[in-house]
């Protein structure tokens, strides 16, 4: 009798932890973004203000913000079509050695990053490759692993018939793609865009070794306001700056997919 | 809307180079406004014939002809078919109304006037009211319909339905049936379908080809392949239970039943005799115009009818018929009874070329003549 309301108190339980996982490494960030002063062992700051606002926005995070926006979306829009090709390919099993082609797109995962970079960026200086383009492509490489995962998945879910039948009906293959294809992959279609966006969002190794601080994104003003001290409330709002796009992001992608769902 | 013919002509399909056709020089008339059917086991390449048909696979060879016209090389949308699966298909993402107005809109019909016809053909379905429905809103049965009203819609010059009915239980494809025979008098569209249900083919169908390994075995209207199988693998694909091997002499079908007239001359040689169990009358085992007598070895209920199986040890060894009973009337295991097989009811198959068969009864039935005896 006392196991079935114990389970939705027990879930909401473990939802309310969860949440608070989260949102907690927030507060500080918070506190710290509007405290102008804020030394030990005050539980609060001391002074509260908007230094680190000015402070950050003096140290070119808007432009920065700009650049790791239009980054994102770059690799996203590049890398979400070529995904949806690979992982379509893949899952339809008429591509020859499959498995190994799926190997050779999921290595951005295994390798690391930094040796990969530090090797690419001679080879893209003597092919005299323009520095923000050998950023992009390199980023779209590092995306593909997870658009293709995430494609493939929706397409080996996906049934063809849906599509052979619109033909039947009188649609061509473009429109079928247009009018069918499209909006049942769509919530799939976002979830890939969203990941390599923040690829492309989130990235420091490959911007700041093959960009050669030619591209001045979110998280290379961070990590350089990091590095320095004395600036807390800066780095705050400099971090949160680059928190907050991703989660509203996330939010209308989960929204739009439960649309879509109904 | 009125149908167009259509004409299949020495189709033939090679999935994979080096595998057996999955058709083989398959060729099919279907009149105007008519409908035929395709009945075969799954495997048989049923299916095949429907995606030939839509151009949604290639043929090998053969070719697909529509008001005479040959459509090889012309694309699924340009052939004027539509199809409906087994699987409904609807498309999630649109309301009940907007997926029977697909084919409008792909067209360029203004959305006003397509939703408008797409109101009229789901009030076709006896569907009319549910347009503005979610299609998960939709039960199994609901969903064919507006899948058959998204095909009517589409004007088709061929309908094509591949086991459109087949998921459906047995009361809702009552039901479809009785749509679709409804939907013929008013539309009079041109109708080839697949199914593996012989009495589906017989409640829908003009004429039917028999499928079998990818090659046409017989094509006929349905009294006339009930009554006279082409083969032994017809006759099981029809619903056949009684498989008789003997020998033909002097067009008399000779096995353990004895000697039995048949109805036309057939050539002399060893033969299987098949009889309809529905044709088939039990009688007293005493009645003087009874053609064999045996021992009912197994007895299943169907309704009110009983489905009995009657085994006849005659010269050279033992054979079972199997019989329907008249309703309300039982026989039980063990009883001698009589039975009366109607000339016109006989009919002999060549005898199947794999030797190495089985030759009915099973060996359950065998053991239980054995406790009997013993």
Known sequence: MSAAPAVPAASRVGRGLLGLWLVLPVVPLLLWAFADRWSFPALLPQEWGVRGLTEAAASGAGAALLRSTLLGAVVAVLATPLGAMAGRALASRQVPGSTAVLAVLMSPLVLPPFAVALGLDVLLLRLRVPAVLGVVV????????????????????????FEEEARLLGASRWRTVRSVQLPLLAPALAGAAFLAFLVGWSDYVVTLLIGGGRLTTLP???????????????????SLTSVLPPVALLAVVTLLGRRGRR | MTGGSLQLTGLTRV?????????????????????VAVLGPSGSGKSTVLRLTAGLDEPTAGTVRVDGVDLAGVVPERRGMAMVFQRPLLFPHLTV??????????????????????????????????????????????EQRVALARALAAEP?????????SALDAALREEMHQLLADLRMRLDPTILLVTH??????????????????????????????????????????????????????GRHESPLGALDLPEQVPDGPAVLVVRHEAVRVTGSADPAADVVGTVVRARRRGLRALVTVE????????????????????????PVGLRLPVEARWVVPVEGAAGEPARPPAGASGMRRDRSG
């Open chain 2, 197 to 250: 249900d012989h009495a589906e083919a017989d409640a829908l169908a003009d004429t039917v080809a028999v499928l079998d390994a990818g090659r046409l075995r017989q094509q006929g209207q349905m009294r006339s392949l009930y009554a006279r199988p082409a083969s032994l693998v017809v006759s099981r694909l029809l619903g056949g239970r009684t498989e008789v091997r003997g020998v033909v002499r002097d």
């Open chain 2, 157 to 165: 010059r061929v309908l094509l339905l591949d086991e459109a009915f």
């Open chain 2, 312 to 335: 006849v040890v005659g010269a050279g060894g033992e054979a079972t018929v199997e019989a329907e009973l008249e309703p309300g009337s039982d026989a039980p295991t063990g009883r």
């Open chain 2, 15 to 35: 999935h994979h180079a080096g595998q057996p056709p999955a058709l083989d020089d398959f060729s099919l008339d279907v009149p105007a406004g008519s409908c």
């Open chain 1, 220 to 238: 290379l003003v961070l990590a350089s306001a990091a590095s320095a001290t004395g600036n807390d409330s800066q780095v705050a709002v400099l």
């Open chain 1, 138 to 161: 390199l980023l779209v490489v590092a995306a593909l692993p997870y658009t293709t995962i995430t494609m493939r998945a929706a397409y080996a879910a996906h049934d063809r018939g």
């Open chain 2, 97 to 142: 109304r907007d997926n029977v107005a697909f084919a409008d809109r792909v067209r360029g019909v203004p959305r006003k006037v397509a939703r408008q016809r797409a109101e009229d053909f789901l009030e076709l379905v006896q569907l009319g009211g549910y347009g503005g429905r979610p299609v998960r809103a939709l039960s199994g049965g609901q």
